[in-house]
């Protein structure tokens, strides 16, 4: 593997609410998926974090996801599809004024927790942010979990692909994310997630159960609110770099 992307979730503070420290964190990661408003941050916010993303030279994507504030983002909504489309477009529209107006644009799509989850395995909202994407920026590729619903439905839509894994998150043995509601799904001691990173850039991850799972990906995310997360992208960056591997984003 000649480069690999790093992103990290930012944008997320909220009013007089502090999440993550985005400005630190970009001296480490390559991508930025920015909070569009919906699971968390705000216009004030959004723009702070898009002014130091082109400060830092790290690429912009758009961070949809349902909207649900008071649970992150992180909880199912069965909302129908023709609805989740228009508020897919509503929140890439918003960061991409955002984005112009701080000097730089959006480059990829990356759905939000909950969201990002549902459409591993929900075909209808599969379909719903395919749709969304391909509608409002055809050209913007869509970060996801390969050999999903998310992905076969991105395609069909004519949108390019880019898999992604996860550093700091266990993963099934059918290559899917521990959910959070189970003990174990978030990894905290370092030295085991740069193990696990470098697992990823071999091509393998060890699932939660013990197995050896192949995984493809061309970008690893390091959740920018897990605790310790900026240190964690520094050693993340410097193992990766370390293999012989270059940081650089694929959008």
């Known amino acids: 593997m000649a480069s690999i992307d790093l992103n990290s979730d930012v944008g997320e503070s909220f009013g007089n609410w502090s ?3 985005d400005a630190a964190i970009f001296a480490s990661v390559s991508s930025a998926n920015v909070a569009c408003g919906f699971h968390a941050g705000d216009p004030r916010q959004i723009r702070h974090t898009c002014l130091a993303a082109a400060e830092a030279g790290v690429v912009v994507g758009a961070h949809p996801g349902y909207r649900d504030l008071a649970g992150f983002g992180r909880r199912f909504m069965d909302v129908p599809a023709n609805e989740l489309t228009d508020e897919v477009i509503y929140q890439i529209g918003a960061l991409q004024g955002l984005a112009r107006a701080s000097g ?3 480059r990829y799509v990356k759905p ?3 969201l990002y989850n549902t459409i591993v395995h929900h075909e209808g909202q ?3 942010v395919a749709r969304a994407v391909a509608e409002v920026a055809p050209n913007l590729p869509l970060l996801v979990l390969p050999n999903s619903e998310i992905q076969r439905a991105a395609e069909a839509a004519g949108l390019r692909t880019v898999f992604e894994a996860f550093a700091d998150r266990a993963y099934t043995p059918e290559g899917t994310l521990v959910s959070r509601r189970e003990t174990g799904s978030v990894l905290h001691n370092l030295d085991e997630i740069v193990q696990h990173v470098l697992r990823i850039l ?3 991850v060890k699932a939660i159960d013990g197995t050896r799972v192949t995984i493809e990906a061309h970008s690893i995310c390091v959740h ?3 605790p310790g997360a900026v240190e964690m992208a520094a050693k993340i960056r ?4 370390a293999a012989g591997v270059e940081i ?4």
């Open 19 to 21: 999440f993550g420290d």
């Open 104 to 106: 730089t644009d959006v």
């Open 112 to 114: 939000h927790g909950a």
């Open 126 to 128: 599969a379909r719903a």
């Open 202 to 204: 071999d091509g393998e």
């Open 224 to 226: 920018g609110d897990t």
């Open 238 to 241: 410097e193992a990766v770099t």
């Open 248 to 251: 650089a984003s694929f959008a």
